[in-house]
């Protein structure tokens, strides 16, 4: 019998889970391609959080990542807000050497956790989440997330080519994962993360239909990240071509032009052991990102950025959420399934 206990600030519930198993106005067209970036989006009305229910309209983030020598970069900046998420009934998996143990999780709202699939999958006692989908509904958005998709939050999930919903037909482990798919429009999930936290580290099996890294003339693509809002984001993913990080609204990026089309390669249509580490409790924050145990991104100092020197505490105000999914300013469609999902202030490994 296992215990999962996730920390937050008062204003929140902790809980525990016990139970058998293991657990703007939008734009309607897609941001530009090229390497300039995108158009700004629109402001429009926060609205309430659902799970596959009717869309909500929201400001888009538009920033695509640019170079100094690929143009200047445009970003939206309209505002919007989040819902309150309801945390669901929370079963985990199995686990190595033993069975986890899940329980009900209560609603969350923000600054909360998603309450849904909590349980093994390798991940250590101070987890914030850990998510093997296996008690979500096939078919839906799991509980306690909320969404980003088509620059809405909260919208509908899944629309047209846009979705991040639970299915049972590509799993890591056990029956289900999270399966995303994106034209190259946002097609995120969004969590709410506790207050003051400085660092986070994140560990997935990712199975991608599109390679990531060695992408001559490509833009930018985002895999997951932190944010303040859809417009404030530390985007850890793919920048011109090769594995780096982007953040807005400067739309600074990282690594630097020669590196640009080259370095490591995730390959697609296999299952990867992607982690990510977004550490900001040093006098130099850093990023770091790792495939299969090797490492691929390492962000230590200002001058590794293209654009400018980025400040030595790059990281503050962008510890409101964690997002997961796809966006691509090269219009690059992208379908990937997720499981074994974990968010830890300490790293978690592969397992």
């Given amino acids: 019998m296992k215990r999962l206990c996730l920390s937050f600030p008062s204003s929140f519930v902790l809980f525990s889970m016990l139970a058998s198993g293991l657990a703007a106005c939008s734009s309607d067209s897609p941001p530009p391609?090229?390497?300039?970036?995108?158009?700004p989006g629109t402001a429009g009305a926060a609205g309430k959080s659902s799970s596959g229910g009717s869309a909500q309209t929201n400001g888009g983030s538009s920033s695509g990542g640019s170079g100094n020598a690929a143009g200047t970069p445009n970003g939206g900046s309209p505002s919007g807000g989040t819902g309150?998420?309801?945390?669901?009934?929370a079963t985990g998996g199995s686990a190595t050497g033993g069975s986890a143990t899940g329980g009900s999780a209560p609603q969350a709202g923000t600054g909360g956790t998603a309450g849904g699939s909590v349980g093994g999958g390798g991940a250590p006692a101070n987890a914030l989440l850990s998510a093997d989908f296996e008690s979500d509904a096939v078919g839906k958005q799991p509980a306690g997330w909320h969404n980003f998709i088509a620059y809405n939050t909260d919208a509908t999930n899944p629309q047209s080519n846009l979705q991040a919903i639970v299915d049972a037909t590509r799993p890591h482990r056990g029956n289900n994962?999270?399966?995303?798919?994106?034209?190259?429009?946002?097609?995120?999930l969004t969590l709410p993360l506790p207050a003051n936290i400085n660092k986070l580290y994140v560990r997935g099996y990712f199975y991608m239909t599109r390679k990531?890294?060695?992408n001559p003339g490509a833009n930018h693509e985002t895999l997951f990240g932190i944010r303040k809002d859809k417009d404030t984001e530390i985007r850890f993913g793919e920048i011109k071509g090769v594995l780096g990080v982007n953040e807005t609204p400067s739309d600074n990026i990282t690594p630097k032009m020669d590196q640009w089309g080259k370095g490591p390669l995730i390959a697609a249509d296999k299952w990867v052991c992607i982690e990510g580490a977004f550490i900001g409790d040093k006098t130099q924050h850093e990023v770091h990102g790792w495939a299969d145990g090797t490492e691929v991104i390492s962000v230590t100092s200002g001058d590794q950025w293209q654009n400018n020197v980025e400040p030595a505490t790059f990281l503050n105000g962008y510890w409101k959420e964690f997002m997961i999914g796809w966006q691509s300013f090269s219009s690059a469609a992208n379908e990937i399934w997720i499981d074994d999902l974990v968010l830890s202030p300490t790293r978690v490994n592969c397992l």
């Fill in 33 to 39: 391609t090229g390497s300039g970036g995108s158009s």
């Fill in 84 to 89: 309150p998420a309801t945390g669901g009934s």
């Fill in 177 to 188: 994962s999270l399966h995303v798919k994106s034209d190259g429009s946002p097609a995120f």
């Fill in 212 to 214: 990531l890294g060695q």
